[in-house]
């Protein structure tokens, strides 16, 4: 019985784990851009920046799951 239970704490762990590593950049990008200072990295400044930081966010996101799927993680 012992056996099972640590196998159900391990699937849980797994997408607790999961979830982490795919929300992490994201997080690490918006706590950049969420400084008020002008960034050298975006080309132009206008209302519609918040359009490249979700670009880059998103991006971020896709790299991380393929990243997981790559290392056979999922």
Do not use: E
């Not at 991006?59 to 290392?71: G, H, N, V």
Request: aromatic share 14%.
């Amino acid at each position: 019985m012992l056996g099972l239970v640590n196998l159900d704490q391990n699937k849980i762990m797994k997408v607790f784990t999961l979830i982490s590593f795919l929300l992490m950049p994201p997080t690490l990008i918006t706590g950049f851009f969420g400084m008020n200072v002008d960034l050298p990295i975006i080309p132009f400044s206008g209302p519609w920046n918040w359009i490249l930081i979700v670009l880059y966010i998103s991006i971020s996101i896709i790299a991380a799951y393929f990243i997981f799927r790559r290392k056979n993680m999922l």
